[in-house]
């Protein structure tokens, strides 16, 4: 256990004691406290004290033990405090008891999150997105809200659709869910319409924990001039830019929301739509802080956050970002240890980012078909379609027919078999080089290598 108290906050800003308890599933508790703590600060208060405690198991009444709580409420009272943060989900009834006890607003982890969201939202869709995950969030938790209203102060949990939902009553929030997520329904259903119509570009998603620097990337890939602050949740809404990919073209580069421990499942089912990019894109760019103390544990919940989308075994290139805030260069050998193909670069200096473009093209390569498309000599459309999506390599023309040799994306097969007159195998030397392996000469054209 350990208690520290830190000094008084200004008159404008709220203060909060934070707290943090340890079960025994967890193991990096401390970076779980600091990462707290610049939740607690993004949100705009001030930190007057924090609390930790070991546990087996949290108390099914109040979280943290009897004594605990008396500890907490004395600190609370010593330095005034507005609120208490707890760094674990709390259930309503716990947050209830703990409120009485301490005569203050409680709020846990998740509640900080949609905070900030509520406050960082700029579009209409991200705002949609917010005041859903907040409403669906807080439902269970009106009684609780309601029976200490006259008593809290606005502030950090209550802003936005948080002041909404304190003054109408639970039909009405009800009600307000159900439209929200009709009206997301159609957001996403537009948005869905929106990156189909990309499908002629190869689509590259970035993607990472927040602040990892998925924006400063952005900006240095594409010149683009996208906000990139260090801060969490820098960036609510997705941002596309034309990347001219050496020896490719253009692509198309996507920044998406930042992912974090613990993600709120409310906010990641609100930001479907936020999130389409990523789901629809060729190639996952995952975005990884090496300068942290917890980097491996932040990869891991980003691959969490991709599962729980459905999309966790999409291709991806790992880079490890911020190489030039290391101190201690064993760390970033030891995450090299653990993902021996991730691309060491700083988005911040442009150390090593010429190895993105490399790694990225690499990748996009390995979902290419080498072709040989024989068609009517006449059909100028197929032509031009191959020549539009593919590189063509050769052409040969005899009295009625073509033949071109083509290096195609798999995507883009479809385009060429809705030619009733084309005649699409493997290009023979492919064919050869995969002859060994497949035993199979006339293996369908979909599992060509």
């Known amino acids: 256990m350990s208690i520290t108290s830190d000094r008084k906050q200004s008159v404008d800003s709220e203060s909060a004691v934070l707290v943090g308890v340890k079960l025994a599933q967890h193991d990096n508790f401390d970076e779980d406290l600091e990462e707290l703590t610049g939740l607690v600060e993004t949100a705009g208060a001030e930190i007057v004290g924090r609390v930790t405690q070991r546990r087996q198991a949290p108390d099914p009444a109040t979280y943290v033990g009897h004594g605990k709580v008396e500890e907490i409420a004395a600190i609370v009272e010593a330095t005034d405090a507005d609120v208490v943060i707890f760094d674990n989900d709390l259930a309503p009834g716990q947050g209830r008891n703990l409120e009485k006890a301490f005569g203050v607003k409680v709020l846990d982890r998740t509640e900080v999150i949609l905070d900030i969201f509520s406050t960082r939202a700029q579009t209409h869709e991200a705002r949609l997105a917010v005041e859903l995950a907040q409403l669906e969030y807080s439902l269970p938790r009106l009684k609780r809200m309601w029976t200490h209203l006259s008593r809290m102060k606005m502030g950090v949990g209550m802003r936005g659709p948080g002041e909404k939902q304190l003054e109408t009553d639970l039909r009405l929030v009800e009600r307000r869910i159900t439209e929200l997520r009709r009206e997301l329904d159609r957001v996403l259903k537009r948005k869905e319409r929106e990156v189909a119509a990309r499908r002629d570009r190869m689509t590259v998603s970035l993607v990472g924990y927040t602040n990892a620097g998925k924006s400063t990337l952005l900006n240095r890939l594409t010149d683009a001039s996208?906000?990139?602050?260090?801060?969490?949740?820098?960036?609510?809404?997705?941002?596309?830019?034309?990347?001219?990919?050496?020896?490719?073209?253009?692509?198309?580069?996507?920044?998406?929301?930042?992912?974090?421990?613990?993600?709120?499942?409310?906010?990641?089912?609100?930001?479907?739509?936020?999130?389409?990019?990523?789901?629809?894109?060729?190639?996952?760019?995952?975005?990884?802080?090496?300068?942290?103390?917890?980097?491996?544990?932040?990869?891991?919940?980003?691959?969490?956050?991709?599962?729980?989308?459905?999309?966790?075994?999409?291709?991806?290139?790992?880079?490890?970002n911020k190489v030039d805030r290391l101190d201690d260069p064993a760390r970033l050998e030891a995450l090299r240890g653990r993902y021996p193909n991730a691309v060491p670069i700083s988005a911040h200096t442009g150390e090593g980012v010429h190895r993105v473009a490399g790694a990225v093209s690499d990748a996009l390569s390995h979902d290419f078909l080498d072709l040989e498309v024989s068609f009517d000599a006449a059909n100028g459309k197929l032509l031009a379609t191959l020549a539009q999506y593919g590189d063509v390599l050769s052409r040969t023309f005899t009295e009625d027919r073509a033949v071109v040799h083509v290096r195609l994306a798999r995507k883009y097969l479809g385009r060429v078999q809705e030619h009733a007159d084309a005649t699409v195998r493997p290009h023979p030397a492919a064919e050869s080089r995969g002859r060994d392996a497949a035993h199979d000469e006339d293996a369908p054209i979909g599992d060509v290598a």
């Open 226 to 320: 996208v906000l990139a602050e260090d801060k969490l949740f820098a960036t609510l809404d997705t941002r596309t830019r034309r990347w001219m990919l050496p020896g490719w073209g253009p692509v198309l580069l996507s920044d998406t929301v930042g992912f974090i421990r613990d993600l709120p499942h409310e906010l990641i089912a609100s930001f479907k739509a936020t999130l389409e990019e990523a789901r629809q894109a060729d190639l996952l760019l995952h975005v990884a802080d090496a300068s942290n103390p917890a980097a491996l544990e932040q990869i891991k919940s980003v691959y969490g956050v991709l599962a729980e989308l459905g999309i966790e075994e999409k291709d991806t290139v790992l880079v490890l």
